[in-house]
């Protein structure tokens, strides 16, 4: 009989501090937590995935109710391992994977057809995914090992889109599919789950509605319901059960070529994921912000730090975390003011069960952003500039495609120019798109905005009236840096290949076009940092 | 701004000591002359005031050059810049002589773009010809041109994605646009999609 046992076989990649990564099994993952920097996959749908079953784990064992009982497990360094070894222990059979009764996360037996064990890899070639990375085909799927089943499975639990006929009701998004997760990172794995280990009590993260218990301690089903079923409590809403699966394994070791699919159960829409930012639409209600591929997450941190706003609500982890540097600056705890966090999720086609993309980005944390608005203004103020250089670049490469297929606009009057570009627009956007001025200028700037993001809040003074003004100096340096990225970018997109007449009077007069809309986007900034 | 050769400035002003006003440089401007239109090798007597600055790894080309402005040069040798007069980095190319030309002479700016554009865009093999019909223009109207700028920008000419070319388009272009450009238009368009794609 097939078995895989998820405590002690290997299957979590952990990274150790020397940078070699290593699978480990649950309970050495949790024991050895503090030597270990950090659990991190290839997919970061796998890497969410993985740090909320754990967290899931220990708020089942350590709680902690309150933010007394939090600092006792901080202070300690490590997780009690007489406590988890015990509690695996007593619920081994659960984890086993391939256990004849109750497989772990899934349903020993499920009416659904086999299905390629490539559909729960959400990066794999299956049914709607488009190929990002796999070549692999429906009729005759590559067997993955135990461990690569079980990491599918658990991320696909959290991450499986909508669209495609089930019973009882169509799939529906599972809880992490829309939207992007936050995870706070410290220096290894310890602190890692423990900053992100908040309070958990009746009323937080989320209310508790009954018995709240995680996937592997629950006997019998629930009735799905179509309109969505609220959690029970956090343990339930980390490990719920979006989907019934059936692992099929074969051969020893076991090994996995199909599964068996189900919808189970879809999580009410009025749960609000506590690791989640989200939006207020129009009419009111709050919404997973979405992932945008053409706009990188960091270009709107300042939102997902700002406290209070009426357009968006940060996530609740970020409260903690500002609970937690109070309490660092009263002298009460030992942390730090800076950490990290990750920022994970994907994108998905409405109705169609096809991930269009997926994101992990991480930032420096500077825990002084979370509860500081004059710091998080100071921050808006830097990222409107580098928007309106980016702008700025936008503008000058239409000018360019502009006069590449207007040649003579420029000797044109107003009403023939008009006419012009009008007629003309679709290959004028066409040629700046083509372009890609955006491709050079933003992720050239992602480097250099960390740097900004963490020397902010050290350039701090008090002006006349006691009002706190961040970036006097940072701000300029900031507003150098966007002009000299977006100069290098303009140049590596005008790249001449050619030097015909239409091309370089089109690149020399969107240089000075260029010149004049930075000015313009750098305000008294340009005054103050020349050029 | 264009970095200059020690070379190219020493040739050049070795070439402004020839001084028409008096007989031995008009001598010597006459000699130069004679150099248009020919290859070095036929340029007889151009060899005595451009070979002593050539060295032994110069390419064809960078002799072409040198026994071309020296012939350019005597064609139209009362063609410095005033000193208050320069574009707004200071560059002083060719480029920038035609927009001297463009102001003061506005309405000609399209047929000097035409000459221009014919000029900025030429191979090596046309550039000779193309050179003595500009600087003749230049002459009957009294635009300014920095000879060892030419020098430099004639040896480069060639360089990969043409940095001279742009150099000269980028001062002659510079003023030509009108300060409201095409941002009604731009933003328009622009913000029918998505503005600052990284994509």
Known sequence: MASFNLVDQRWIPCVMHDGRTEEMGIQDTLLKAAEIREVLDSSPLVTAALHRLLLAILHRNFGPESLTEWRGLWEHGRWDGAVLMQYLADWRPRFDLFDEDRPFYQVADIAAD???????????????????????????????????AARAMLSFMSYAPSGGNSAPFNFCDSPLTRGFTVLALGDHLFETLALNLMPYNLERPISVLGQDIPLWEQDGYRVPDPAGTMPSGYLDYLTWPSRKILLVPQGDPPTVQWCRVRQHLKVSSELLDPLKCFERSEKGGLFPRPLDSGRALWRDCHVLFQQVDKS?????????????????????????????????????????????????????????????????????????????????????????????????WDLMNAVNQKKAESKSGDAINKVRKSLQVGLHYWPALEREFRRFLLDLPQDRTIEEGREVVYGYHVTVQWAKTLQKVARRSFERAMCLESHSQRELKATAQAEACLRRHLIQALGHYAQKGGD | MQLLSDRDIKFVAHLTALQPSTAN???????????????????????????????????????????????????????????????????????????????????????????????????????????????????????????????????????????????????????????????????????????????
């Open chain 1, 114 to 148: 086999l299905s390629p064990i490539a559909r729960l890899e959400l990066q794999s070639a299956s049914g709607n995914n488009p190929t990002l990375f796999d070549h692999s085909l429906d009729a005759a799927p590559t067997p993955v090992t135990a461990a690569r």
């Open chain 1, 312 to 408: 968006w609500k940060r996530p609740d982890l970020f409260n903690w975390l500002a609970r937690i540097d109070g309490l660092r600056r009263a002298g009460v705890i030992n942390a730090k003011p800076q950490y990290a966090c990750s920022l994970l999720g994907c994108a998905v086609d409405s109705g169609q069960a096809k991930v269009l993309f997926w994101r992990h980005e991480r930032l420096p944390l500077p825990l002084q952003y979370l509860s500081d608005s004059d710091l998080v203004n100071a921050l808006r103020e830097g990222l409107a500039i580098a928007d309106r250089v980016g702008n700025a670049l936008t503008m000058a490469a239409y000018q360019f495609a502009l006069l590449t297929v207007v040649p003579q």
């Open chain 2, 25 to 199: 440089g008009r001598a010597a401007l006459a000699r130069l002359r004679r150099g248009l239109g020919k290859t070095p090798g036929e340029a007889h007597d151009v060899h005595r005031f451009v070979v002593p600055w050539l060295n032994d790894s110069d390419s064809d080309w960078v002799v072409a050059c040198f026994y071309l402005v020296a012939s350019l040069y005597a064609s139209y040798c009362d063609s410095a810049w005033n000193k208050n007069e320069s574009s707004a980095d200071g560059d002083r190319n060719l480029g920038a002589s035609f927009a001297v030309w463009r102001r003061l002479e506005p309405r000609a700016t399209e047929r000097l773009a035409r000459h221009f554009g014919l000029l900025v865009s030429s191979e090596r093999n046309e550039l000779s010809e193309n050179l003595r019909h500009a600087i003749s223009l230049f002459r009957s109207r009294e635009v300014p041109v920095d000879w060892a700028v030419l020098l430099g920008d004639l040896r480069r000419w060639d360089q990969d994605h043409h940095p001279v070319q742009f150099r000269w388009a980028r001062e002659f272009w510079r003023d030509s646009m009108s300060q409201s450009d095409a941002t009604d238009n731009a933003a328009a368009f622009i913000a029918a999609e998505r503005p600052n794609e990284e994509e």
